[in-house]
Each structure stands twice: as structure tokens, then as C-alpha cells.
């Protein structure tokens, strides 16, 4: 019963970081609740028993997050000009 709760727990998280992800107007932060949610998908991953799409997840997110930040580094200094 505590695991299907803390499941519950982790969906309402990914709920609530995906609203405040389409809210939110500055791009950083919305990067850095875009890390949080592939943070909250690998839990959510692991307590369904599936490590391997956890880790794939994880790896994913990681990069892509990498990713999005050199672009916004990339977006800001083209503005700035």
C-alpha cells in the first residue's frame, strides 16, 4: 500500500511540474523543471519495476538538458547582439 501511495505521490509531481513548465515564461527555469520531471519519470520508472527504461530515461534527460541549456546560452548571446 505505501508504494501504490508513493507512486501517487511521484504522478501528482509530474503533474504539478508539467503545469508549471507550460506557466512558467522564463526559459531557464522552465529547463531546470524540465530536469525535474526526468527526475520524477525515472523514479516513477524504478517503482514500476523497470530499471533499464529508468536508466535510458535518466541518460536521455541528462543529455537533452545539456542540450537545451548550450541553446539558450546560444539564444541569449544572439539577443543580446
Excluded: H, N
Excluded at 508504494?3 to 512558467?24: D, N, Q, W
Amino acid at each position: 500500500m505505501q508504494i501504490l501511495a508513493l507512486e501517487a505521490v511521484i504522478l501528482l509531481m509530474l503533474i504539478f511540474v508539467t503545469i508549471a513548465i507550460i506557466m512558467t515564461r522564463d526559459l531557464l527555469a522552465a529547463i531546470v523543471m524540465f530536469s525535474a520531471f526526468s527526475f520524477l519519470a525515472v523514479l516513477g520508472y524504478f517503482m514500476m519495476g523497470a530499471p533499464d527504461v529508468a536508466f535510458t530515461e535518466a541518460v536521455i534527460g541528462t543529455v537533452s538538458t545539456i542540450f537545451l541549456v548550450a541553446a539558450l546560452r546560444k539564444i541569449d548571446r544572439w539577443c543580446k547582439k
